[in-house]
């Protein structure tokens, strides 16, 4: 009973420690979102699927920068003309700490973070408008760790395309689902090592 007990501690501790590993400086984070609904804010917004893979490095502790790319599509109903979507730029995140002011985690294994983003992108209507410029966007997100080095991620965020085109700005807000695999820097380069 004694070393059931002292093993169910020393997993707790171990996972609990475990969500403060991934995002300490040096390491990396690369993932992507796998579905995202759109509820367009514009006229003629809707549903939209895409994919967004990222890639970001821990400069500091719970500070990443890095980059993105979005490619996706949307289609308001049947027989409606299609809207391409295309972006890239570069994106920060910042994971807040257990204990921050007025921070509560929900899950011991997980982390709250703010995301933002500036790039070039644009969207394309079949047929319709189409703006292309100034690609940005903000908003907060929940990973939470399945594993030492894997977390599922939810993620609200607004976007906006500022530029040229049909219409002058086109906004959204999406919630995203996804993941993302934290690697310290030298798993990294022996993954590398590995494929060479």
């Not at 490619?71 to 257990?98: D, E, M, Q």
């Not at 992108?121 to 594993?147: C, K, M, R, V, W």
């Amino acid at each position: 009973m004694k070393k059931l007990i002292l093993t169910g501690i020393i997993a707790v501790a171990g996972l609990t420690t475990t969500a403060n590993a991934q995002i300490q400086k040096g390491n990396w984070m690369v993932g992507s979102s796998i579905v995202a609904s759109n509820f367009g804010l514009n006229t003629g917004g809707g549903y939209n699927i895409s994919l967004q893979p990222k890639a970001a490095y821990f400069i500091e502790d719970n500070v990443a920068v890095g980059g993105y790319v979005d490619l996706g599509f949307n289609k308001v109903a049947k027989g409606s003309p299609t809207n391409f979507v295309y972006k890239v730029g570069a994106l920060g995140r910042y994971y807040v700490s257990p204990g921050e002011k007025g921070v509560d985690n929900l899950l011991n294994h997980g982390r709250w973070f703010f995301e933002g983003n500036v790039g070039v992108g644009g969207t394309s209507t079949e047929g319709g408008n189409s703006t292309t410029g100034l690609d940005f966007g903000a908003g907060p997100g929940y990973s939470y760790f399945i594993t030492p080095n894997i977390g599922v991620e939810g993620l609200v965020k607004y976007n906006g395309v500022a530029g040229f085109g049909n219409e002058g700005l086109t906004s959204t807000l999406t919630f995203n689902v996804g993941f993302s695999i934290y690697l310290p820097t030298s798993k990294g380069k022996q993954v590398i090592n590995d494929v060479k």
